[in-house]
């Protein structure tokens, strides 16, 4: 939910859309969570590198992406999941805006 909130609803003036927020809610996250998701945060350590992670992806900077990689191996997200992390971004940078 985290990712689909930073690519998908992330950086805009207009609000999260109701049925999102709601999900997201149903999710366990609070409001501030869900704030701080749209702007590719999270107060947990983990969720934050996968949060970078997916962005890297879903900008297409190879750059960023190996040193996010890394970053997130680090943390100990596994390689599997750091590939699954990026096909989702991938497939959220995909859809049309708005």
Do not use: K
């Not at 350590?45 to 997916?54: D, G, N, Q």
Request: glycine residues 8%; aromatic residues 2%.
């Amino acid at each position: 939910m985290s990712i689909a909130l930073a690519l998908v609803d992330g950086n805009r003036d207009v609000p999260v859309s109701a049925d999102r927020e709601a999900e997201a809610r149903r999710l366990g996250l609070c409001g501030a969570e869900i704030d701080a998701a749209r702007q590719g945060r999270s107060f947990d350590a983990r969720t934050s590198r996968a949060l970078a992670l997916a962005l890297a992806a879903a900008a297409h900077d190879g750059d960023r992406l190996a040193d996010e990689r890394e970053r997130a191996a680090r943390s100990g997200i596994s390689a599997e999941v750091c590939r699954e992390i990026e096909r989702l971004a991938e497939s959220f940078a995909a859809l049309p805006a708005g």
